[in-house]
Nanobody, 125 residues
């Protein structure tokens, strides 16, 4: 069983940057695609980014494209989300999860499992 722990969230001013980490334990995730999602108060959980198991293929929600970068270090069993040019609308709890489909399938939360507990990101205006 994979256990995921997100970290790196916090309070930042608009235009600032944060780097989130998702550390996996219990089992290697190096052969799985990994995703980042976020959920703001009163809203549904939404897809943010996905990275393939080998790393070269990445996918982003239109709302974060060009500002966020997903990466992974399989030796450390860790996935990252570098967030830049942050906006107040990026405020949410950010979660990582393991992809259960062989290939990226549009970022449907139903295609991911082993969700972490989340890390809060708050962007002030």
């Amino acid at each position: 069983q994979v256990h995921l722990v997100e970290s790196g969230g916090g309070l930042v001013q608009a235009g600032g940057s944060l780097r989130l980490s998702c550390a996996a334990s219990g089992r290697t995730v190096s052969r799985y695609g990994m995703g980042w999602f976020r959920q703001a108060p009163g809203k549904e959980r939404e897809f943010v980014a996905h990275i393939s198991w080998s790393g070269p293929n990445t996918y982003y929600a239109d709302s974060v494209k060009g500002r966020f970068t997903i990466s992974r270090d399989n030796a450390k069993n860790t996935v990252y989300l570098q967030m830049s040019s942050l906006k107040p609308e990026d405020t949410a709890v950010y979660y990582c999860a393991v992809g259960v489909k062989r290939y990226y399938n549009g970022g449907d939360p139903m295609d991911y499992a082993n969700w972490g507990q989340g890390t809060q990101v708050t962007v002030s205006s």
